[in-house]
């Protein structure tokens, strides 16, 4: 018998998801004109300054970069009224929540979080040799913080909330989040993944930064991949005690923040009014949509985030009439999720949803 080369615990993951939009046989998108709304990210371009930035750091593209981003940690700490000792990035949010699970656990613990949520997350957790617990989300697709620490044992070493959630769109509030805070023990690590935090309006939801940022055992990860436009180039970061951010540095991948990407974050944080007007458009646009949707998909909830969750009985069929209609969406087994583009994007969308079969939506 051949022995195996493979750990069995993957066996269990889905195999790498295929890309929502299309590629030709070289791996270049062939969208041939549809709007793409498939990934949660913004619409607008790179930030005014980014391509320059990006240009003028390409002469350097030899060398290899600062290996501790300190300008990037720097920039970020300032903003957050921080030093950077607290702050490490790395390419991709996603990159910096394994790398976390890896600096604080030990193989066999268990990882605490909602399910759905990212899809990431069962992933990072058993490539890091642990236990992912998936807790269900409540009937209106938020994160059921109550269960979630009914959820944590002994043996439990970090509780992931994503917020808002990525996909259902819900957020959970400053009220139920600080008394999930005070009610688990401190010795278990809470990840406030705020990928999607800039799109909040509900005043009830906090900054996870502002309001637990002084807790030793709160960890906040934040990408310049949605509302920053930095999807491309892989910035993430997250701010948490110098003793988990120091330990984390210990284990980070060398050179883990390009030197193009560090050059154009840097340039897209000098852009904070720009930023609040393209998420103001967003939000905008999220207002206007909400009601056609909920009459299409009554179970959706309100969304926090940019996008939308479409609970219906056949996703995949839906995303496929999209497809046939230029929109690209993503489907999940019991729901489609869209992402909020621009008006006309949104609109395309929208004329979509008018001419979906009924029979598809009943139930
Ligand atoms: N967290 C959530 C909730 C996300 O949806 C995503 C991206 N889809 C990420 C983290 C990762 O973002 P990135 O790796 O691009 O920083």
């Known amino acids: 018998m051949k022995t195996r080369l493979i750990r069995p615990e993957l066996d269990g993951l889905p195999s790498y998801l295929p890309s929502p939009i299309p590629l030709d046989g070289n791996g270049a998108p062939q969208t041939n004109g549809s709007v793409r709304l498939a990934l949660n990210e913004l619409p607008f371009g790179p930030l005014p300054g980014v391509v320059d930035a990006i240009s003028s750091a390409a002469g350097d593209a030899h060398r290899y970069p600062d ?17 950077p000792d607290h702050i490490v990035t790395g390419f991709g949010s996603v990159y910096l929540l394994e790398l976390l699970l890896k600096t604080v656990c030990a193989p066999g ?24 617990v998936r807790v269900p989300c409540t009937e209106g697709f938020g994160q059921d913080l109550r269960a979630m620490a009914e959820a944590v044992t002994p043996d439990t070493r970090v509780v992931l909330i994503c917020n808002p959630n990525n996909p259902t769109s819900t957020a959970v509030t400053r009220a139920e989040l600080t008394k999930f805070i005070d009610s688990v023990p401190d010795s278990v690590l809470i990840v406030l993944d705020e990928a999607y935090g800039e799109f909040v309006t509900d005043l009830d939801v906090p900054d996870g930064l502002v309001e637990y940022g002084d807790r030793r055992n709160v960890v906040v990860l934040r990408t310049m991949s949605k509302a920053w436009g930095l999807a491309g180039l892989r910035v993430g970061w997250l701010a948490a005690t110098p003793e988990v951010a120091g330990a984390m540095r210990k284990l980070l991948a060398p050179f883990a ?17 720009e930023v609040r007007r393209r998420v103001d458009r967003i939000t905008s646009e999220r207002a206007r949509m909400f009601p056609a949707l909920k009459a299409f998909a ?20 839906f995303a496929a009439h999209c497809a046939d209609r230029g929109v690209l969406i993503r489907d999940f087994p019991e729901a489609a999720r869209v992402t909020v583009g621009s008006p006309a994007e949104n609109n395309r969308f929208l004329e979509a949803v008018a001419t979906a079969d009924s029979l598809l939506l009943v139930g």
């Open 67 to 83: 290996m501790a981003a300190l300008a990037l940690r720097k920039a970020l700490a300032d903003r957050h009224g921080l030093s």
């Open 109 to 132: 613990q268990e990882v605490v979080f909602s399910w759905r949520s990212y899809e990431a997350y069962p992933v990072a957790a058993v490539g890091g040799s642990l236990r992912p």
């Open 257 to 273: 923040t390009s030197t193009i990407a560090e050059a154009a974050a840097l340039v897209a944080l000098r852009q904070e009014q």
């Open 298 to 317: 009554p179970r959706t909830p309100e969304s926090q985030a940019n996008f939308f969750w479409l609970p219906m009985p056949d996703p995949a069929g």
